[in-house]
């Protein structure tokens, strides 16, 4: 399959207008000690054969029947309408609105989204979207010590690994600081983050204070005074946080939160193995020309029609170049334009409906095992929709259980060895009762 | 409990919305409401099953959540049933251009057409619904498609190892920065190496990401060719010298035919060569950066491998790397653990089964010299779907014809306008052209903002303008491969017409666009008074 439409005749005629005899000629540029040597790709497929590979690609992943994993990723309703916006040629195949009089579809959308991202954070300003939860945690932490002119953060340590890893990569360019504020993960423990070892870590040299609402454990963590913890010391906030949680949760600005990042994933997005997904970012107005990352802002024309543009770009790489606020170039505009589908299509109702069902489910699930006496909870803390439990033996039950398509939620002891025999599950408004009974039995059957 | 009041008594227009971004000048109009002025108290689009007696009863005893941390006000999300919803969007999606409307020769970007059949595959449930958390025994078929892309793009490219991670190009960069850092440091010039030298034509980014990896931007200047200075560059180069980004071919649309010359210069003082991949699509199979001796290059998934621009992302921004930058690639990476690495390939390739061979992700610190992680999980996985789906289209003929096509156009393109616009580097170009308004500007007063809205009126999309910022008045043209030679043909047709109409009737140019749905926009009040978000009216 090519896509070329040229037939022998138009090359012809196009290398004639030019005045060259081959195409060759075109690359005569290239000086011949650095030419390609080799191109050593497979044969052409046809469609139907292209399809036949990736159905084979397809067919090998096994998508389990019975799933609690989340950590980071979760497995929620797409409803079909998301699909069938994001599938629009017009917004797939366009490009950034660099012209606004023929991108007014894109731009209004990315304005909806900033909108309801300031309406489920509490926040005043939200950004056009970053590449993911994490990167967008890490570009918040980097805005914050642009802030306050310091140069370390504090992270808790029960935000989610991935996050605190693309943390420190980032962190490593300019060489900012990071300290480990040690969350109470003990077994019996509370599961968060202490207030007075936050306290602790802070003082006037630290930019921020990260911490993870629920934080990676399903926790629900004390943000107020976590807060007022970071503002004693004239540090920020940036609270990390789940989106469905927060049609029950307290929205970060009520808090005090500062600076706001999110995986917005769990809003219509598929789990596709990681990726694409939306980093989620939000801050207070009076942060707004330190914000990375694109904005769309409404104005009008000259006829008075109200239109929407890229606005506030001398922060932005093409402008200031080595002076910008960040390199980011691109948001995730198709995967924003569902978020801002899916939040539209279900509505404050249907979100906390999505957040209640899951935070049932959560504890139905723990509820179950406790009473097989399969496990207990770890922690004493509330949670929200994951729960740490402790299992006995639970890495090798785990794999039995994948051998079978059960996905026993996350094996959290890799990041944390401390944490032996814990299972961490996550349920969902997708997690049916019969799936809690297949987890018991098939925990039953395995020692 | 809604907080969604209508903005305005009655009407559907969305008049009186919270609009602030312009001072004065008459009633505003609005094309398409926001879709908050849809929203009335109680209406539903999608609904969720109760929970189960049971599973009720199961979480009653379990800890709720304190009221501190509890929300009081529910968010002012609409309320909107889909019908209303879709017509919304389908309504917004009209204002669009996009490639599938017409003509996007937006230089730089590889506006390509973006086959459908990858959009069917990224949507088979058994990739769409894979967790990347999944044990690997789940989630062969992910791994296997990751490591046969990683297989692909190096035989594209000729590096020797693939990372796949970076979100997009830009991520690439940082990601390729970030390793020459550690290179230079696992062999004690850390401290010495703080420059990056960057040519006065590339995209912003490079000298962005220069500062955040704590670098030193130094710009090169270009020679009157459009190619780099090499007295310049050698002039520069020394022992605090980290590394050299290059596109390569240039934001001119021009390969650099000093290459080999740069790169030995580069090498041999001691600095890390990086080649900015946006421009591949103009040299497949033709030059291959790995071979040719360059350490780094970042490939744009989004552009030469035609994943869907999406209206500005998700883009994929895999990087390629020398053996001496190996080591320091993010981890994890996909791995074969079990099978002979030339037997899956050619399994794969032949469509025949590949179920003996095992594939895993790399352990954590398997590398101790690796980067970490440069975002979650392994990368923009529906990209890879698609790009490898493409890749495996083309196949080597396909993608040769892809370049061979590109270039031809551009060239054509190059050759027709020529008369009309001013060529400032007039030499065989690649797969974009740049030409420069200035002429237009000097004799007429029309400049290339306003030829740009003047094609807006005819249904195609203007070329990039303003960059590269070498080029006065810049207009920056990629045709790409797969536009017919009947629409090229149009194009140039209304190039013409445009440069005609810039001597007879200038002050029609400086009114368009006028058939679009806004006319040109405020943009100096949108920055001066932000209006970044709809508030909703509260109870």
Known sequence: MTYTPHTDADREQMLATIGVGSVEDLFADIPPTVRASRFALPDPLTEQEVRAELSRLADRNRIPRVSFLGAGAYRHLVPAVVGEVIGRSEFATSYTPYQPEVSQGTLQSIYEFQSLICELTGMEVATASHYDGATATAEAALMACRLTRRERIAVSTAVDPQVRRVLATYCAGPGIEIVDVPADLADGGTGLTPVDAASRALDDTVACLVAQQPNFFGGIEPMADLADAAHAEGAKLVAVVEPTSLAILAPPGSYGADLVAAEGQPLGIPLSFGGPYVGLMAARMDAVRQMPGRLVGATRDAQGRRGYVLTLQAREQHIRREKAASNICTNQALC??????????????????????????????????????????????????????????????HAALAAHGIVAGHLPERDYPDLRDTLLLAATELTRDADIDGLVAALRATR | MSVIEREATGDQSGRGAAFSGAEGGGELQVVEPLIFAASRRGRRGVRFPAASERASAAAAGQPGIPAAARREVAPGLPEVTELDLLRHFNRLSHLNHAIDLGFYPLGSCTMKYNPKVNEWAARLPGLADSHPLDPAELSQGSLELEWLLAELLKDISGFAAVSLQPAAGAQGELTGLLMTRAYHRSRGEGEQRTTVLVPDSAHGTNPATASMVGYR???????????????????????????????????????????DQVIAAVREAGAIAYMDGANLNAILGRFRPGEAGFDVMHFNLHKTFSTPHGGGGPGAGPVGVSERLAPFLPEPLPLLVAGDADEVRRNAWAGQSTDGARFALEEGGARPHSIGKIRAHTGNFGMFVRAYTYIRSNGAAGLRGVSDDAVLAANYLRVRLADAYELPYDRICKHEVVFSGRRQKREHGVTTLDIAKAILDHGMHPPTIYFPLIVEEALMIEPTETESLETLDRFAALMLDIADRAATDPAALKRAPETTPVGRLDEAAAARRPDLRYVPVRE
């Open chain 2, 217 to 259: 931007a130094v710009t090169i200047r270009s020679n009157e060719r459009g190619g780099i200075d090499l007295d310049a560059l050698r002039g520069a180069l020394g022992d605090d010298t980290a590394a050299l980004m290059i596109t390569n071919p240039s934001t001119l649309g021009i390969f650099e035919d000093q290459i």
């Open chain 1, 336 to 397: 924003a334009l569902a978020a801002t589908t899916y939040l539209t299509a279900v509505g404050p109702e249907g979100l906390r409906e999505v957040a209640e069902l899951s935070m049932i489910q959560a504890r139905h699930t723990a509820q179950a095992l406790e009473e097989a006496g399969l496990g207990r909870r770890r922690f004493a803390a509330p949670y929200f929709a994951e729960v740490a439990m402790q299992v006995p033996n639970a890495a090798a039950r």
